[in-house]
Every structure is written in C-alpha cells, then in structure tokens.
C-alpha cells in the first residue's frame, strides 16, 4: 500500500546548497514526474520521464536537473538551491502510455523545502 | 498552450450549504478532465474525473461535468461537510502529453460547523 514515496519529508537549505529529492513508486507505473506547489498558483510541472530511460523538460525545469534512475525511481537534483526554489515538491506517477486516458496519476505526500 | 482558470478563492461555507466551484479550461483536441483534492498535510488524491463531453464524475457527493461547448467542468456537491475542508484542484490531460497533468491554482475550501 504504499504508492508513491518521497523523501524527505522537510528540508532546510542555504542558498548555494545542493541536495537531491527522492521519489520512489511500486505500482510498476511507466511515468513519472515532479512538480511544484506554490501558493496561488497550483501545480507546475518541473520535468518528467515518460518511461524509463528518457526524461523531458516540463513548465519551469531551471535550476533542476532529473534522474530516472530504473523504473520504480525518479529523482530530482537541485545543484545551487535559491530562495526562488522555496516550494513543496511532489512526485507523481502514472501508467500512461500516449492513448490510455483513462490512467489516473498518483501523488506523494510531498517534501516542503525552504532555501534561506 | 494548455490553461486552466479557477475560481477566486478562498471559499468559506457552513456546513449542509451548497458548493460550487468554477473551472474552465483551454487546450488543443479532447482533453480528460480531473478534480484532485489535497486535505492538509497530505498529497493530491483523484476525486473525480470525466474523459469525454458530456460526461458526468461523481464521488463522495462530489460531481462534475464535462461541458465541451462551454469548456468547463465545475464541481458541484449538494451539502457540504467540515471534512470537506480541504483545497480542490482542477486539472487537464490531453491525448499527447504522456499523461502530464496541467492544473488550475487550486480552491481553498473551508467548512464551518
């Protein structure tokens, strides 16, 4: 019963820090991706890995760079974090495939990163 | 591109009172249409969703429907509950995106007793 799970859970950076957010799902889902929540503005997609081995730019990627690393794994890297990367973070996942509408998309419970 | 507009919120009701909350979309072709809610402290869960005009979703109470020649999709529920409270995210796919979800800036609702 575990879903999607993102670690950690809270973090606190000073600007110029690096740090890796982890992502980890075991529904065997093909796609997975990363977004970020910030108030007023709902959800925003950073990048995403429509299967693995491949990874693709989503709405806002700069200043973050993604690793797909096997099919249950999916990290997000922030090489010199900035207090505009201040934002809850979420990993999803989905088992979409490009006809497959009916797949629904699930989330992690998220991590809250602060970058002071 | 893809966009989704919703309605200013927040939103404040007492409890047994009617909810509505205004979604409109634009996108290319014929995109499925979704309503995520996040209760505090947690992630988005799937309340409901619609793949096709015309198409009604429904749970816990909650409904919506695919309206294509209006291009909205607002979710309604008839009484609402304080374990309601919670924000509400209307959101898009389209068939080319490998599943990528576009959202609105989310609802804040909050339900007295």
């Known amino acids: 019963n575990a879903g999607v799970t993102q670690t950690p859970k809270f973090q606190v950076l000073k600007t110029g820090q690096s740090m890796t957010l982890q992502c980890a799902q075991d529904?065997?889902?093909?796609?997975m991706y990363w977004y970020r929540q910030d108030p007023g503005m709902g959800l925003r997609l950073i990048y995403y890995?429509?299967?693995?081995?491949?990874?693709d730019k989503g709405e806002v990627p700069n200043g973050y760079n993604v690793s797909r690393l096997n099919k249950r794994e999916f990290s997000l890297r922030l090489e010199s974090a900035a207090p505009s990367q201040t934002s809850v973070y979420f990993c999803?996942?989905?088992?979409?495939?490009?006809?497959?509408?009916?797949?629904?998309?699930?989330f992690g419970q998220g991590t809250r990163l602060t970058v002071v | 591109g893809n966009s989704v507009t919703q309605m200013e919120g927040p939103v404040t009701l007492s409890e047994e009172a009617f909810l509505t909350i205004n979604c409109t979309y634009t996108a290319t072709g014929y995109p499925s249409l979704f309503w995520y809610v996040q209760y505090p402290g947690e992630g988005l869960q799937l309340l409901l969703k619609?793949?096709?005009?015309?198409d009604k979703g429904s749970n816990k109470g909650f409904e919506a429907t695919y309206r294509k020649e209006t291009t909205s999709f607002h979710l309604e529920k008839g009484s609402v509950q304080v374990s309601d409270s919670a924000v509400y995210f209307c959101a898009l796919r389209d068939g080319t995106s490998y599943g990528k979800l576009t959202f609105g800036q989310g609802t804040i609702l909050t339900v007295h007793p």
């Open positions: 619609a793949t096709k005009a015309d």
């Open positions: 890995s429509a299967s693995e081995g491949t990874t």
């Open positions: 999803a996942s989905s088992d979409q495939g490009l006809m497959m509408d009916n797949t629904e998309a699930f």
């Open positions: 529904m065997n889902h093909n796609s």
